[in-house]
């Protein structure tokens, strides 16, 4: 399959600072990369679609000043969380859809720790 | 109603017996389905993708698919303790961005 890679996997950081979260497809092109988060035992929850050159469709309730997305090429899409607070803790997982196949392939995911 | 349903178990079978996953979906027009595999702390990982009905094999997966059922069922055969995780169904309605629209998951457990 795919490849899809994130960087980096794990990230401590103080309150009130920004986290800036890579995410690369590595051996395909993707014009929509997606943004998920995940809190221990719970289910997947998309937080925003990512296209390539325009700006990103976030999910209700997922606030866009604070999860602020770039796409800036076909193989790569960055999540910044702005002011991160402990609530803010969890694990961020992006995600690259194959064009022809519309499988949607993982990145090992990132998790994030607001002290 | 959920976009996808899924029995969230826990089921738990013994190593060596078939583990049946079941999946229902309640938008007609969904196109095509996958099966995601996620272990403890990791992200998910695609194993099988269907889209037409039937069945379709892939080692000890098998991927079933009843469109005028709207169901969906992963069957996998000899199960072994290293397939203990939990397994989400996603099915993909044919928006040209290519969102997948996820069950919650059924966490499955093989023991020795």
């Known amino acids: 399959g795919a490849v899809v890679s994130q960087h980096p996997s794990r990230v401590i950081c103080k309150s009130g600072t920004s986290v800036k979260i890579e995410c690369r497809s590595l051996d395909f092109q993707a014009t929509t990369m997606f943004w998920y988060r995940q809190f221990p035992k719970q289910s997947l929850m998309l937080m925003a679609t990512s296209n390539e050159g325009s700006k990103a469709t976030y999910e209700q309730g997922v606030e866009k000043d604070k999860f602020l997305i770039n796409h800036a090429s076909l193989t790569l899409s960055t999540l910044t969380v702005t002011s991160a607070h402990p609530e803010d803790s969890s694990f961020y997982i992006c995600?690259?859809?194959?064009?022809?196949?519309?499988?949607?392939?993982f990145g090992p995911g990132t998790r994030l720790t607001v002290t | 109603q959920k976009e996808v349903e899924q029995n969230s178990g826990p089921l738990s079978v013994p190593e060596g017996a078939i583990a049946s996953l079941n999946c229902t979906y309640s938008d007609r027009g969904s196109q095509s389905f996958f099966w995601y595999r996620q272990y403890s702390g990791k992200s998910p990982e695609l194993i099988m993708s269907i889209y037409s009905n039937g069945d379709k094999e892939d080692g000890r997966f098998t991927a079933q698919l009843n469109k005028a059922s709207q169901y969906v069922s992963l069957l996998i055969r000899d199960s072994q303790p290293s397939d203990s995780a939990t397994y989400l169904c996603?099915?993909?309605?044919?928006?040209?961005?290519?969102?997948?629209?996820f069950g919650r998951g059924t966490q499955l457990t093989v023991w020795p």
């Open positions: 995600s690259a859809t194959d064009r022809i196949s519309y499988e949607q392939y």
């Open positions: 996603a099915a993909y309605r044919g928006s040209t961005l290519g969102r997948l629209y």
